[in-house]
């Protein structure tokens, strides 16, 4: 079993900053893919950022070029900095493990899932 758990959201302006954290624990590797998701109110869960074996990142269109994401391997800890934040990027954000295939950005390929952390941006 795997355990993540979400840190870091909050309430910021439109144009300012915000880091979250994934911490894993249980039966993980430590480089293994984790993913970002984030969910808006009456939305789809939607990908966002995800980070492969080989440390190679994969971002939403959305959020390119504003967001980064990177691991700690030897905390066990992905982070999602997140910058250049607009209204748009208000949503519950959820870190995601156990890719079941190559396929970073389909929710359904990603096995475990934390509990959400908030983030809203006000205009």
């Known amino acids: 079993q795997v355990q993540l758990v979400e840190s870091g959201g909050g309430l910021v302006q439109a144009g300012g900053s915000l880091r979250l954290s994934c911490a894993q624990s249980?039966?993980?590797?430590?480089?293994?893919?984790v993913g970002w998701f984030r969910q808006a109110p009456g939305k789809e869960r939607e990908f966002a950022a995800a980070i492969g074996w080989s440390g190679v990142s994969h971002y939403a269109d959305s959020v390119r070029g504003r967001f980064t994401i990177s691991r700690d391997n030897a905390k066990n800890t992905v982070y999602l900095q997140m910058n250049s934040l607009k209204p748009e990027d208000t949503a519950a954000y959820y870190c995601?493990?156990?890719?079941?295939?190559?396929?970073?950005?389909?929710?359904?390929?990603?096995?475990?899932w934390g509990q959400g952390t908030q983030v809203t941006v006000s205009s």
């Open positions: 995601s493990s156990g890719l079941k295939s190559g396929d970073y950005f389909s929710r359904t390929q990603w096995i475990y």
């Open positions: 249980g039966r993980t590797g430590s480089s293994s893919p």
